[in-house]
C-alpha cells in the first residue's frame, strides 16, 4: 500500500510560481513511477507530468512544457512538481499517483492517489 499526501497549493497571481509536493510511504517509494494529474471543475482528469522511480526519466503533457518541473528527492520519498509561469488555465486540483511499471499518461493506470491539493491562479 502507498500513501500519498499532497501539499503546496495555493491562490497566486498569473505569472507567479508554487512548487508541489507528493509524499509517499509505506513501501520503498523509489520502486514507483509517480505522476501529476490534475482536475479543473467540470472537465476531466488530465495528465500533467510522470517521473521514473529513480527519477532520470521525465515526461510532460504539452500545455506544461517548458514550465513546469517534475522532480524526486528518493531519500525525502517526495516527488515535486515546480510550476512556473502560471495562467489561469493551470487552476485545478492537482493530484500525485503513483503505480510500478512502464510511462503512461492515462489516470486509470495509475493504482494510487493523492487526497489532492488546489491551485488557483488569478489574472
Known amino acids: 500500500q502507498v500513501l500519498l499526501v499532497e501539499s503546496g497549493g495555493d491562490l497566486v497571481q498569473a505569472g507567479g510560481s508554487l512548487r508541489l509536493s507528493c509524499a509517499g510511504s509505506g513501501v520503498t517509494f523509489s520502486s514507483y513511477r509517480t505522476g501529476w494529474f490534475r482536475q479543473a471543475p467540470g472537465k476531466e482528469r488530465e495528465f500533467v507530468a510522470t517521473?521514473?522511480?529513480?527519477?532520470?526519466?521525465?515526461y510532460y503533457a504539452d500545455s506544461v512544457k517548458g514550465r513546469f518541473t517534475i522532480s524526486r528527492d528518493n531519500a525525502k520519498n517526495t516527488v515535486y512538481l515546480q510550476m512556473n509561469s502560471l495562467k489561469p488555465e493551470d487552476t485545478a486540483v492537482y493530484y500525485c499517483a503513483a503505480r510500478l511499471g512502464a510511462r503512461t499518461t492515462s489516470a486509470s493506470e495509475y493504482e494510487y492517489w493523492g487526497q489532492g491539493t488546489q491551485v488557483t491562479v488569478s489574472s
Open positions: 517521473i521514473s522511480g529513480g527519477g532520470y526519466l521525465t
